[in-house]
């Protein structure tokens, strides 16, 4: 174990979070997968589309016919059939010199190349029309495997499935898909001051902040919350609720509160006495943040945030979310926005510490200036836009500086 004033860096700790493993598949159907993560490549078992289709109303032609076609010297042009919508496809081939009216998705008979938009054409007597255009061959057609083709990855392994491959997987006839689990997060808020947010606080006490908002998060990173309610500052106590969601299943657990030097912070003693767990980390060298605790329980991860609300949501976005990532297989900082702002003041910081400042970004200057307040307001991160990034080996940024802010969700 790294003792408290042994710092670790935001990079060493990622370096730790990178050796968890993948957690395994599951295979559901396809109306629960939006939104996770696909476990394996998805091999199409067919065309799509089977044959070609039109894109537009028209005539379905062959493109020699209608080569040179104007307005002055229109192409004549006999109209042998109809391809109508939801019907097989036309019987019989299209021969030199004429066409079938067709319309948007229909498939393109034999014989013909191309589609001749219906406002290009003019019927000059029953079955005969003039077309004053000419068209390329595959022109307002899409081709037979044009969207995906027989054999071929149409979907690749860790993709986060969102509804337009959804679609095309229900396009394919796919009506399940091999996911990656949702890492189970379980939330426990630790402290004698707190009480559920359902309750009147009576005096000394405030309602429960962190396991609402951490819950929340954890939803918005593609895992399961499972809150644990608040828990009293006891040793025991804390002992207790780790196990418990240890033995449920839990891949990340989350103390808030705890995770200081104080006489009643308890977190990182809790970590060190459940047996089988190695204690990785005890303080990182950021601001706010210093005192989070990592631990390691097999492939699970135990963190202890601090209490402070601003404070745990940083963490929470630096680290827990990275972890939730590496656990789905996805590029950790997946699900983040950075910007690129000028800073609209002087930044001022230190050396040996990454400092991650609220700020609110000038939409017109994109220009950042810090959002003032204490780590344990709430309301600093109602009224920020983002963290604006200062590096451990810079003393921060002068005004006008370029800086990097990671957006809030």
Not at 51 to 70: N, P, Q, Y
Not at 303 to 309: E, T
Request: a negative charge.
């Amino acid at each position: 174990m790294k003792g408290f004033f042994h710092l670790l860096t935001t990079s060493q700790v990622r370096d730790m979070l990178r050796s968890f493993p993948r957690l395994d598949a599951e295979e559901i159907c396809l109306d629960e997968a939006l939104g996770r993560v696909c476990a394996s490549d998805v091999i199409a078992r067919e065309d799509l589309p089977p044959h070609a289709r039109s894109t537009m109303d028209g005539f379905a032609v062959r493109a020699k016919d209608v080569f040179g076609a104007s307005e002055s010297e229109p192409a004549l042009i006999k109209v042998v059939g109809e391809v109508r919508m939801g019907e097989p496809p036309w019987q019989g081939t299209v021969g030199s010199g004429e066409a079938v009216r067709i319309w948007t998705g229909g498939f393109l008979p034999e014989g013909t190349d191309g589609v001749v938009m219906l406002e290009y054409t003019k019927e000059i007597e029953p079955g005969l029309m003039e077309v004053y255009r000419p068209i390329a061959p595959h022109e307002n057609v899409i081709l037979p495997g044009e969207d995906c083709r027989l054999d071929r990855v149409c979907i690749k392994r860790g993709t986060r499935l969102r509804p337009q491959e959804l679609g095309l997987l229900a396009g394919l006839g796919v009506t399940s898909v091999e996911v990656v689990k949702r890492p189970r997060v379980y939330i426990i808020s630790t402290g004698d001051e707190i009480v559920p947010e359902t309750e009147t606080p009576p005096p000394g006490k405030i309602r429960d902040i962190n396991s609402t908002t951490l819950s929340a998060l954890v939803s918005m990173s593609g895992a399961s919350p499972e809150r644990m309610g608040v828990v009293e500052d006891s040793f025991e106590a804390i002992t207790t609720a780790c196990h418990q969601a240890l033995e449920a299943g839990a891949d990340i657990v989350l103390v808030s509160g705890g995770s200081s030097v104080g006489n009643r912070d308890f977190t990182v003693k809790v970590f060190q006495h459940v047996t089988g767990t190695d204690v990785l980390v005890h303080g990182i060298a950021i601001r706010p943040g210093k005192p989070t605790i990592l631990a390691r329980f097999g492939d699970s991860a135990l963190f202890g945030l601090p209490g402070h609300a601003a404070s745990c949501m940083v963490v929470y976005l630096i680290f827990v979310h990275f972890l939730i990532n590496v656990f789905q297989g996805l590029p950790p900082e997946t699900g983040l926005d950075f910007k690129r702002v000028k800073c609209g003041q002087m930044f001022p910081s230190v050396t040996g510490r990454e400092d991650y400042v609220r700020v609110v970004i000038d939409p017109e200057m994109n220009t950042a200036t810090p959002v003032y307040g204490k780590s344990g307001l709430i309301s600093t991160l109602v009224k920020a836009h983002g963290l604006l990034r200062i590096p451990r080996d810079s003393e921060g940024f002068h005004e006008g500086e370029e800086a990097e802010v990671l957006l809030l969700p």
